[in-house]
């Protein structure tokens, strides 16, 4: 997973910060990846479901999610700030989910 964010942010400099473009990165990845999960499960379950046939389609569509959204991101420099303090909401919420499964 690093070595695609690492990919990505060679390609996409978000902030210029490279801690801030890991976040949004993971974030873009997450959500591209939750989206495709999505979309592919609806497909399997209308057509005839081929595992071969659904882990491509998966794959293709959450590189074009990827990219989609990552332009849509460096071109409106808003939606980076946006998609940084999601990201950062994202990780605090999984890291104090853990902390209470703790106690």
Known sequence: MKTLINLITKFFNFTGNPILNFIIVSFI????FKISFKVTGFF????????KRMSAF?????LVLVGAISYVVM???YLT????????????YKF????????
Not at 44 to 51: K, T, V
Request: positive net charge.
């Open 96 to 103: 104090t989910y853990k902390i209470s499964k703790l106690f």
């Open 81 to 92: 700030y946006i998609f940084l303090g999601l990201g950062a909401a994202f990780i605090l």
């Open 29 to 32: 990845l997450a959500l591209a």
């Open 44 to 51: 399997a379950r209308s057509l005839d479901y081929n595992s």
């Open 75 to 77: 071109k409106w420099h």
């Open 58 to 62: 998966h794959w293709v569509l959450r």
